[in-house]
């Protein structure tokens, strides 16, 4: 069994290694933009239905925001800029300071009444983006 300054120890390792992967993971968005390279993935939902899912756009949106540009990011996903990413930032934010503290580490909960407000906000906003 490990002590708990394993556990941190640990904890603190993983999070730093997800740190530098996300960190790489942006670094190659900013220098090859989806727009001119086409290594990404697509959609299968898209490419098979011919239907934007909640997802699509979002790898341009973020390269947009990396460029300067948050007119565009909002033409690719709306969602993701607005809702997705802002909700990540701060539950990484809080996860952050939890690793940091004295305290033995535990991930941040998510209320069982957010989740299901977060599942209507998807569902109405991939209704509404392929209607039109």
Do not use: K
């Not at 011919?50 to 709306?78: F, Q, V, Y």
């Not at 997705?84 to 009444?113: K, N």
């Amino acid at each position: 069994m490990r002590s708990a300054s394993q556990r941190r120890r640990h904890t603190l390792y993983g999070l730093a290694a997800s740190l530098v992967v996300a960190g790489l993971a942006l670094v190659v968005l900013w220098r090859f933009p989806p727009e001119l390279y086409g290594f990404y993935p697509r959609c299968p939902v898209h490419e098979y239905l011919h239907l934007e899912c909640p997802g699509c756009g979002t790898t341009r949106a973020i390269s947009a925001l990396l460029h300067g540009d948050p007119a565009a990011a909002l033409r690719c996903n709306a969602l993701a800029i607005l809702f997705v990413l802002p909700v990540a930032a701060g539950y990484c934010a809080v996860a952050l300071r939890r690793a940091l503290a004295a305290t033995p580490f535990q991930w941040p909960v998510v209320p069982v009444p957010a989740v299901y407000a977060a599942v209507a906000v998807v569902a109405v906003f991939t209704v509404v983006r392929n209607l039109g």
